[in-house]
């Protein structure tokens, strides 16, 4: 007797489904869950989880439980990775099964973030959309963006000259103007800027909706359901408004790159490129959406970041002079005291370059990264990681792990260099394995934001000294190594005082406005 196709496909996927239920009750018998603080009933570890100073706690937590620490929020599961060996296992080995995002309904569904594929889970369409930005951020694509990074970068030396209590104002529009450039061809404005305005509250809406517990729709997603008006949908009025801004963002800039198109006034960028390669078929309006939402996430995920990098490498520069006064004598040694120093220089300034590194490490800019999520029950270790479980790459306590690298709560450029410190020493973790990100999520957009990282230092520490402020009676102004809690970790306000190394150096910096 024959069985037909229907009931054949059927005992076939009866199967498969019991094999899959056999196999992941195994696993739990196996093996136990991670360690980690101990849950409540049904709240699990609500109370456990910080609302500040998030990497402190989990930090403490890796010291107390291990390199892995398993905990609960409201039956939500967490596993938070404390090394760098198990982060490679996990994300970079078995990629296809960690590197799903969660799903946020605050974030994706009410603040329409969906569209980014920072965002989307692991599957076809984000494959589209990371192949697309990918292809045009590679190491050798990346390289036609220098001009551009060392011109803006001169910007922001003649912006520092002239008021240099602006300073983060300054590194602000810098990193804008880079990113606006390379992706829309557009020249922000010196002041008041539309395109940042709208970015910067859509970005502040993004840091408070991502704080871990901050709106409890995350926790039931059923009440993204609730309408606006009902008592305690708060939540819902400020989603809509941040999408106001999360959606015009994406839109703006994009709407006026193809006008210009149309005009024929548009400048070379990653959107007229793209846009020039679509192909003429059915889905030429889905390709358009793909370019869109890779140019909008563009901005989003590589402004704050640079600016909290520099801001960091300021910071580092006020509380350790001697890490600033060793970067000078190599810059006057290799460049002199006629010029500012080029992309053709960076290999002969190790010093610089292990400043770069030393300042993602320092203070990593995503302590806690995007978090994953667990596609299928897994082991590792002897632990049974279920499936659905957000799994947190914890950035911070990574980069500052005594296994990895001596008083890690230093700054320290040194430690990336051989002895003879003029070659780097490849048998320290390269920070860059943790700060951009892992496995198949790094940031694609790496590149570009080392490389306007390393020409901005290599110009600031050419021609200006950092100096902790002094006070009203002339005294230093102490300065501690602070950060805020976030998403994007920045540096505390501090005290500072920059100055034009010599008046040769001024000149030099003045020039650049010609040079222009």
Not at 213 to 236: E, I, N, S, T
Request: glycine share 6%; hydrophobic share 40%; charged share 20%.
């Amino acid at each position: 007797m024959s069985l037909s196709p229907t009931l054949s496909t059927l005992i076939a996927l009866w199967g498969v489904v019991t094999i899959y239920i056999v196999g992941s009750r195994r696993l739990r018998t196996q093996y136990s869950l991670p360690p980690g603080p101990k849950p409540l009933p049904l709240i699990g570890n609500l109370f456990d989880i910080p609302l500040k100073n998030e990497a402190t706690t989990y930090n403490a937590w890796a010291k107390k439980y291990g390199d892995l620490v398993y905990a609960t929020v409201m039956g939500h599961r967490l596993l938070f990775v404390n090394s760098s060996h198990i982060a490679n296992e996990l994300f970079e080995k078995r990629f296809s099964n960690y590197s799903d995002r969660n799903k946020l309904p605050m974030i994706n569904d009410l603040m329409g973030w969906d569209w980014s594929f920072g965002h989307m889970p692991y599957g076809e369409r984000w494959r589209k959309h990371r192949k697309m930005f990918e292809r045009q951020f590679r190491p050798v694509e990346a390289q036609t963006f220098w001009p551009l990074q060392k011109k803006e970068a001169h910007t922001l030396l003649r912006n520092i000259l002239d008021s240099q209590e602006d300073l983060i104002e300054h590194l602000r529009h810098n990193s804008a103007a880079v990113i606006m450039n390379v992706i829309y061809g557009i020249e922000i404005s010196p002041k008041a800027d539309r395109y940042i305005e709208i970015a910067e509250k859509a970005l502040e809406g993004m840091a408070k909706a991502a704080a871990p517990g901050a709106f409890l729709v995350d926790v039931f997603p059923w009440l993204k359901y609730v309408p606006r008006w009902a008592p305690g949908a708060g939540f819902q009025k400020k989603a809509a408004n941040w999408k106001k801004y999360v959606l015009e963002m994406r839109d703006a800039p994009f709407v006026a790159v193809r006008k210009a198109l149309v005009a024929g006034t548009a400048s070379p960028c990653f959107v007229t490129h793209l846009m020039s390669d679509l192909d003429n078929t059915d889905d030429a309006q889905e390709q358009v959406e793909v370019i869109r939402g890779c140019a909008g996430l563009a901005y989003a995920a590589g402004a704050e970041s640079t600016v909290s990098s520099l801001s960091s490498f300021f910071l580092a520069m006020v509380l350790y002079p001697a890490a600033q006064a060793k970067a000078q004598a190599e810059l006057d040694s290799v460049i002199g005291s006629g010029r500012l120093p080029d992309y053709n220089d960076r290999q002969s300034l190790p010093y610089i370059n292990a400043i770069v590194k030393e300042v993602l490490r320092w203070n990593p800019v995503a302590p806690l990264g995007l978090p994953h999520m667990v596609t299928k029950d897994d082991s590792y270790d002897g632990y049974f990681i279920p499936a659905g479980t957000t799994i947190i790459g914890n950035t911070w306590t990574i980069l500052h792990d005594e296994r990895n690298y001596i008083q890690p709560m230093e700054f320290l450029p040194e430690r990336f260099l051989n002895p003879d410190g003029n070659t780097e020493n490849q048998e320290i973790l390269d920070p860059a394995t943790a700060a951009f990100g892992y496995g198949r999520r790094i940031c694609p957009g790496r590149f570009m934001a080392d490389a306007t990282l390393w020409i901005s230092i290599a110009c600031i520490l050419t021609v200006f000294d950092i100096r902790p402020g002094k006070d009203e009676n002339g005294d230093p102004v102490a300065v501690k190594a602070d950060f805020e809690s976030g998403m994007i970790c920045h540096p505390k306000s501090f005290s500072y005082a920059i100055s034009p190394r010599s008046e040769a150096a001024k000149a030099i910096i003045k020039e650049t406005a010609i040079l222009s």
